[in-house]
């Protein structure tokens, strides 16, 4: 029909004109309303009361194949109301089996059911009762929902305009017309005032969901996703003859366990985005007292590497979450053959000829090859798998368009790679898009969580699970989590390590998960991080600060404290107080909380002091150390003052000589300073990183024409090798994390050795700015 005759056709029944153009312009809605219309009119006059009905299945029906038995019942009038029918479209969601089980239909859907007006006044008689008290004290400005909710319950199938008039008429007996009193303005009490100060705004309610853990989010999510088993609820699952079948099979090895994968490609270090979607799939089974599979998505042979598969694992473990099983898509290769053997013979793919470039885009020419008969298609794959055919000279298509326009998808091709685990057995190799689903269905994934642009590939998931006829999971989407200031793709990473900018996947200058360990970066803030990004189908687009809080907050309560010099300037202290020239000083670890242990530090009569906390003459905003200004040593107990300062031949000073007094003896010092012992403190290497590029999108070609590696900024690494450290240090193992005081958080490097020791700067402490 044209859409003209299907506007006056949906007049015709009852729409609106208005109503009845905008349904025209939805054509699945529009189509399934025709289909409706004509059904009903096989055995009845499709009046207004009847059109109506017809609309809201056609818009709220979830599964087409249940149509026919729905609109036999609206069409007989056993299906009367909007109550009898949204009964009804709550039991087939249900219930999705074909065919229906009509008596039960029928019963679920009030068939026969009928509801007196003796009935009707009754139980808004006692509800009326119920609530007397209020409805006296606040007469016409009473809340009626309430009570209209409870009498929807009691009476399930009643007409609903017949409940309302006969509670507006109660309360009308009751308390009489309205008066002048009635339609004047509400006082605005102190209860008003009360639920208004209580009231949250929306900044407060985000802050309270950023706060809540992110198991308590994904227990949340839980609500919003289709319970183990209910697959067949979800918007846009395909049911099948076999659905429930096979659903029955999936819940029986299951036991309606929640069960997920992480399922990464084997060709890269996993990066900060990888930690959103570790923490969502690993989260949510360990939320919901499921089980996730690390899963590697071995399909590529010719660019996976044994340091990527244990890197990985690696990572996730790093990260607090221990996989119920590591699998492999390789592990399913010859169940995967078979699958597309089945998907051959149902005429729904094909061996094609066409190169790569010719059919890669949105719109590639149509195969030509692809109504070939199934026998042929069947011998070229055959001739595939046992290595007679060119790589490059054919594939095996499906038959189907993905949601975002790609025309038959490729399922199978040759490479003539040996495959890191299964050796030269196969040279034909799944795709994603083939793969992705049925492993997912042999592994019998409840929530196959992905990011969102999968979305585009929902229901091509739930059409090739349907096609070879095996249980199809659910398909779920979540919004990325990108950085600016940064690059995590794996082809750009290594060309600023082949351009010699960055050394490795882990250089802490990066965003990959290594190499944010290697800095000094700890899970605990990284899943913290996630959790602040919380549950959402929204891309985010975050600046490195969020990352760094999360990161400082983790780092104060777990980082003990210790003393470090970068640049370092020699004291002696002339009247030392001890014969013996050291004192053993006990420092608090943590000096808020001295009950989490202490370490000691020697205090001797040459220290170290950072060469920052010294000025010939301090001006009225300088508080440290100074010819003309005392200076407090932490943690010591003791005051400095100046005698003389050394100086080189070049001017600079290269040694202090200097008197100290107790802190009792003295008067309150502007400043504490921290400091080493020049005789027992360890030699070290500090690096210091900074930002890798000057743009917060330097893969944007409008903002950095050039490309991204002419964005790096230069000098971003800054290695300090005469920096001094205490020597309470000297035993610690690599990645290690300390708060040298006054200066930063320091992670120990893998470089360390057993003569040197190395550290990173994590992140410096956050100081208000122009602080002396």
């Known amino acids: 029909r044209i859409m003209p005759d299907l506007a006056n056709l949906f007049v015709s029944v009852g729409l609106t004109e208005q109503k009845a153009k905008e349904t025209v312009k939805n054509k699945n809605v529009s189509a399934t309303f025709v289909e409706a219309i004509d059904l009903a009119k096989k055995s009845c006059e499709v009046d207004k009361s009847i059109g ?5 299945i056609s818009t709220r029906l979830k599964h087409k194949e249940h149509l026919p038995v729905i609109v036999k ?43 007196s007006p003796a009935q009707v006044e009754e139980v808004i008689e006692n509800l009326v009762n119920e609530n007397k008290a209020e409805l006296l004290s606040q007469r016409y400005r009473f809340n009626t929902g309430k009570i209209l909710a409870t009498a929807r319950k009691l009476l399930k199938f009643a007409d609903g305009r017949i409940v309302k008039s006969e509670l507006d008429m109660q309360i009308l007996d009751l308390l009489g017309p309205k008066t002048e009193a009635d339609f004047g303005p509400v006082a605005k009490g102190k209860k008003e005032k009360k639920e208004k100060s209580g009231s949250k705004s929306g900044k407060e309610e985000e802050q309270q969901w950023e706060d809540r853990s992110l198991m308590e989010q994904l227990r949340g999510a839980a609500l919003k996703f289709h319970k183990p088993g209910e697959n067949y609820k979800t918007e846009g699952y395909v049911i099948t003859d076999n659905t ?32 959103k979607a570790i923490n969502f799939n690993f989260g949510y089974a360990k939320a919901n007292d499921g089980i996730c599979f690390l899963r590697y998505d071995d399909t590529n042979p010719e660019k996976e590497e044994e340091k990527f598969f244990t890197g990985i694992l690696a990572m996730v473990k790093w990260l607090g979450y221990t996989p119920y099983k590591v699998t492999h898509a390789s592990d399913y290769f010859q169940e995967l053959y078979d699958l597309a053997v089945v998907l051959i013979k149902k005429d729904l793919a094909y061996a094609c000829h066409q190169k790569y470039e010719e059919i890669k885009g949105i719109n590639p020419p149509p195969s030509p090859w692809r109504n070939r008969p199934i026998s042929e298609s069947l011998a070229l794959f055959e001739d595939m798998r046992k290595g007679k055919l060119d790589e490059g000279s054919t594939t095996i298509r499906m038959k189907h368009i993905m949601e975002d326009g790609k025309q038959d998808p490729v399922a199978y091709r040759i490479k003539f790679t040996p495959h890191h685990r299964t050796g030269d057995k196969w040279c034909i190799y ?24 999968f979305q585009a590939r929902r229901s091509s998931y739930f059409w090739l699970c349907n096609s070879v006829d095996v249980y199809c999971p659910v398909q ?59 549950v959402t189908g929204n891309l985010c687009i975050l600046e490195p600060t969020m990352l760094e809080s999360c990161v400082r907050t983790t780092l104060n309560n777990t980082a003990p404290r210790v003393m470090a010099v970068l640049d370092p300037l020699k004291i002696t202290i002339t009247n030392f107080p001890s014969d013996e020239g050291s004192i053993e000083i006990k420092v608090p670890n943590f000096p808020a909380d001295e009950s989490r242990g202490h370490h ?127 020597a309470s240090v000297k035993n610690s193992k690599v990645f290690d994390k300390f708060q040298f005081e006054r200066l930063g958080y320091f992670c120990v490097d893998p470089d360390t050795n057993d003569n040197k020791i190395v550290f990173n700067r994590t992140i410096p402490l956050k100081e208000d700015p122009g602080k002396n």
């Not at 799944?430 to 492993?439: A, G, I, M, V």
Request: hydrophobic fraction near 35%; glycine fraction near 6%; charged fraction near 25%.
């Open 244 to 275: 429930m079948r096979l659903m029955g099979e999936h819940l029986k090895i299951t036991g309606g366990q929640v069960r997920t994968r992480f399922p990464p490609e084997p060709n890269g270090i996993l990066h900060i985005g990888h930690a």
């Open 476 to 534: 779920w989407e979540y919004g990325r989590l990108n950085l600016q200031y940064t690059v995590v793709s794996k082809r750009k990473i290594q060309k600023l390590i082949d351009a010699g900018i960055v050394r490795d996947w882990d250089d802490p200058r990066l965003f990959t998960l290594t190499a944010l360990r290697r800095r000094g970066f700890p899970p605990e803030a990284l899943n913290d991080f996630c959790a602040k990004v919380g």
């Open 73 to 115: 019942f609206v069409a007989g009038k056993k299906i009367k109301t909007e109550i009898q029918l949204s009964c009804a479209l709550d039991y087939l969601k249900n219930n999705p089996s074909i065919p229906v089980d009509e008596q039960k239909f029928s019963d679920a859907s009030g068939v026969g059911v009928e509801i």
């Open 600 to 726: 000691s530090s020697n205090l001797t009569k040459s220290l170290y002091i950072e060469r920052t906390d010294f000025m010939d003459i301090a001006d009225k905003n300088y508080k440290r150390f100074a010819s003309n200004q005392s200076v407090g040593l932490r943690h010591a107990g003791l005051v400095l003052t100046l005698d003389r300062a050394v100086k080189g031949d070049n001017g600079d000073v290269t040694e202090l000589i200097v008197t100290c007094k107790s802190v009792e003896e003295s008067p309150k010092p502007k400043a504490f300073i921290h400091w080493v012992s020049a005789t027992s403190s360890l030699a070290c290497e500090i690096r210091v990183y900074s930002r890798l590029f000057k743009h917060k999108n330097p893969e944007d070609p409008a903002v950095v024409p050039g490309g991204f590696v002419t964005d790096c900024n230069s000098n971003t690494l800054t290695v300090n090798t005469a920096a001094r450290v205490e």
């Open 430 to 453: 799944p795709t994603y898009d083939f793969t992705h689903c049925l492993c997912d269905s042999l592994e019998h994934i409840s929530h196959s969580l992905c990011t969102k642009e």
């Open 52 to 56: 109506g009905l017809l609309y809201q």
